[in-house]
């Protein structure tokens, strides 16, 4: 219907991932965009609201777990309209073996995590010299 | 535009699934100004407003996009959103993609809000992908106190 390109972005509701936690307050499952260099994994995670302080990476037995956690929002403003909620994100991931688990390296921008999982060196692609026989 | 959009659901259409897909986006665009109206699904980005006496909050999250793709206009009650929200990854030779699930493109929202905004204290702030647009009611609105004076 619409013939020009400009692609429109379609919101999306939160995913809200249902642990089984004595923690109060809501968490979410955070979009991520997953890539694989030849030399590292990449994953990329929307997190909005979230602060880099409040990210906790962990990687254990081949699951790498991303916690994050919000800001209370603040002050006695009364809720009008509301289409999103606020919360914690939650995402788990199964890694390969071939991660170099003390190489993970991690920064963030405007909220968005950058997790930079380097392979191990054994496993890289790695160029085969052919001799003369 | 209410006819408008009455007239483009009633009137049979060769491509119903177009017609269909017309009358969704009108219904969005139109929402768009209805501050009544809660939850709309697929209008980006998601927003929350909040009320004090002194003005509104307008919180959008933004993950990714920097200020500098991002244009607030405000005109009279009406606060306009717009930008771009860019995706960028090295992508190209020896990168596969497992997962995408981040949109990137343009956006566009429009909001009616109740009251008039005091355009010189209105106030733009960007924090951990938030935007939050903190909007003071127009002093005129504002309940003031009035002193009665004695002779």
Redesign the interface.
Known sequence: ?SENE????????KAEVLTEDTRPGLLFKP????????DAF?I?A??????EESVDIHLEKGVLTLDARVAEPS??????????R?GGYHREFRISDDVDAAGVSAKM????LELRLPKSPESRPRRIEVAAA | MNSFLRHATRSPHPFPS?AR??QR?MSQAMRSFD?AY???????????????EEG??LTA??????PEDIDVQIEGATVTLSGQ?K?E???GD??????????????RRAFELPAEIDLDRARAS?K???LTLELPKSPALQPRQIEIETR
């Open positions: 219907m400009t692609s429109e972005i379609q919101a999306r509701e979009d991520v965009d997953i890539l694989e260099h030849p990449v990329l929307d997190l909005p609201g979230a602060s002050g006695d403003r009364q809720t009008r309209y509301a289409e999103y606020e921008r405007d909220g968005v | 177009l897909e017309l986006e501050s809660h939850g709309p699904r697929g209008v980006y980005p998601p927003v929350n407003l909040s009320e004090s509104y909050v999250e933004l993950p990714g996009v920097s929200r995706v990854y090295a992508a020896g990168v596969a993609i497992h997962r995408r699930e981040r949109q990137s493109g343009n956006f960007h951990n992908g938030v």
